[in-house]
């Protein structure tokens, strides 16, 4: 069975930094897709940083700001986020799917099966 369990959110002021960390379990990352997702209130959710064996991928929004690295040893992935502004505010989920990150909806995650229960960033003006 597949467990993910996301930590690391909590409040920061406008331009700090925060790490959030999703510890997986019982899925096999072979070239498969693991990212983030994130959603505000009122607002779908959105993709905004995803990793394969080999290749990242990240949303203009949050592109030269945001790292997502794996540690494969400890079976987490990673999201370090840097010059946060007040719009990053959201609840942040980690996801990962059986597809690569190629073909897999990265903008919505419809087939991404495997879900953290989120942690929220709030990030204050």
């Known amino acids: 069975q597949v467990h993910l369990e996301e930590s690391g959110g909590g409040l920061v002021q406008a331009g700090g930094s925060l790490r959030l960390s999703c510890l997986t379990s019982g899925y096999t990352v072979d070239r498969k897709c693991q990212g983030w997702f994130r959603q505000a209130p009122g607002k779908e959710r959105e993709g905004i940083a995803f990793?394969?064996?080999?290749?990242?991928y990240y949303d203009d929004s949050v592109k030269g700001r945001f790292t997502i690295s794996r540690d494969s040893a400890s079976n987490t992935v990673y999201l370090q986020m840097n010059s946060l502004k007040p719009e990053d505010t959201a609840m942040y989920y980690c996801a990962a799917t059986e597809r690569g990150c190629f073909e897999a909806d990265r903008r919505r995650g419809t087939d991404f099966g495997y879900w953290g229960q989120g942690t929220q960033v709030i990030v204050s003006s």
């Open positions: 990793i394969r064996f080999g290749g990242t």
